[in-house]
C-alpha cells in the first residue's frame, strides 16, 4: 500500500472524527454567516445561545441538518486532499532531491513548495467536492418557521426572511438535490466555486505551517536521539496552524456560505447575489466590513477543535497501518 493511499484513507477518517465532535458548531457556524435578517442581527447571539434558540424552536435534528452529506463531503474531501496532497508531496522531494544531486538546496522541499503542493491538492479537492458543499450549506441554514414567524411573514408590512421558508416534509438530501437543479440546473451544484477555490490558500496556509512546525519539532528531537511526536504534540500543532489560516481567509468563507445557501428572487435586493463580485459589493455596501466576519469566534472554535483532532487520528491512523503493514511483511 502508498503512502498516498494510507495518508488519504487515514484522512477521511480522521475528518469524519472531527466531523461528527463538531458539527452542531459547523451548523451554527454556517447561519451566522448567512443570516442577512436585521432583527436577528440586532441580537448577536452568542454560539452557546445560538445552539439554545435552535434546539427550542426547531429540535435537536436541526443542529445535525445535512450530517449525511457532510461526512460523505468530509469523508470525500479528507481522502482526495491527503491523497494527493502526498502524490504531489512526493513529487515536490523528488525534484528536491534532483536538485541536491546537481549540487543546487540541501535536498529538502522549501516552505513555497509546500505551500504550492498544498494549494494544487486544495484545487482537486475543490473541484471535485463543491457540489457536496452545497447541498450541505443549504441544509444547515434550512430553518424550520414558528408559529409566529409564519403568521408575520404572511403580513405586508413584515421584511421577508432571507433564509427562513416553511419546511417541506420531507427535507432531507435528495430534496436539496433538487431543489438546486430546478434553481440553477447542473451549474447551480459549483455556486461558491471561485471564493472556495481562493480559500485554498487556507489549507495550503495551514499545512505549509503545519509541516514547517512539524519538521522544526523533529530536528530537535532528533538532536536528542529521538524523532517521535506525541499525540497531544501533534493535536497543538494543528490547532495553531488551523488557527492563523482561518483568521486569515474568513471573509472568503462567509461570501461562499452566502453564495450556496438559498437565495431570494424577490423582496429586498440586498439579499440577491448574482455572483462572487456582486455578493462582496453588496455586503461592503450594506454591512461593512462586520459583514465579513460574522461568526467568526464560532469558526475559529470549531476549525481548530477539528483540525487538532484530525492531525492527530490522521497521525495515529498513518502510525498504526505502516505498523500492521510492516508487521504483516516482516511475518
Known amino acids: 500500500m502508498s503512502d498516498a493511499l494510507i495518508n488519504g484513507l487515514a484522512g477521511a477518517g480522521g475528518g469524519i472524527i472531527a466531523q461528527l465532535l463538531t458539527y452542531p458548531l459547523q451548523t451554527v457556524n454556517t447561519r451566522q454567516q448567512t443570516e442577512r435578517d436585521l432583527k436577528r442581527e440586532k441580537r448577536k447571539l452568542g454560539t452557546i445561545e445560538h445552539m439554545c434558540q435552535v434546539v427550542k424552536q426547531e429540535g435537536w435534528e436541526r443542529l445535525y441538518g445535512g450530517l449525511a452529506p457532510s461526512l460523505a463531503g468530509t469523508a470525500a474531501s479528507q481522502g482526495v486532499y491527503y491523497y494527493f496532497y502526498q502524490v504531489f508531496r512526493n513529487q515536490a522531494e523528488a525534484t528536491a532531491l534532483a536538485r541536491k544531486k546537481k549540487g543546487l538546496g540541501d535536498g529538502s522541499v522549501g516552505m513555497f513548495a509546500s505551500l504550492l503542493v498544498a494549494a494544487f491538492a486544495g484545487s482537486v479537492n475543490v473541484l471535485m467536492t463543491n457540489p457536496i458543499w452545497v447541498i450541505v450549506t443549504r441544509m444547515q441554514t434550512h430553518r424550520k ?187
Do not use: C
Request: charged share 20%.
Open 145 to 331: 418557521m414558528t408559529k409566529d414567524q409564519t403568521a408575520a411573514s404572511v403580513s405586508p408590512s413584515s421584511d421577508a426572511e432571507a433564509l427562513v421558508t416553511v419546511e417541506p416534509r420531507p427535507y432531507g438530501t435528495f430534496n436539496t438535490i433538487q431543489e438546486v437543479y430546478d434553481e440553477a440546473g447542473v451549474t447551480g451544484f459549483w455556486k461558491g466555486v471561485i471564493p472556495t477555490l481562493i480559500m485554498v490558500s487556507n489549507p495550503a496556509m495551514q499545512f505549509m505551517l503545519y509541516e514547517t512546525m512539524l519538521t522544526k519539532l523533529k530536528k530537535k528531537r532528533a538532536l536528542k536521539g529521538s524523532n517521535s511526536v506525541t499525540a497531544l504534540e501533534t493535536f497543538l500543532l494543528g490547532a495553531v496552524a488551523k488557527l492563523g489560516a482561518t483568521v486569515t481567509t474568513y471573509p472568503l468563507l462567509v461570501v461562499k456560505s452566502r453564495l450556496q445557501a438559498k437565495q431570494v428572487t424577490t423582496g429586498d435586493k440586498r439579499h440577491q447575489y448574482k455572483g462572487t463580485l456582486d455578493a462582496i459589493l453588496k455586503m461592503i455596501q450594506y454591512e461593512g466590513l462586520y459583514g465579513f466576519y460574522k461568526g467568526m469566534s464560532t469558526k475559529i472554535v470549531q476549525s481548530v477543535l477539528a483540525a487538532a483532532v484530525l492531525f492527530m487520528i490522521k497521525e495515529e491512523l498513518v502510525k498504526g497501518a505502516k505498523l500492521l503493514l510492516s508487521n504483516a511483511t516482516s511475518s
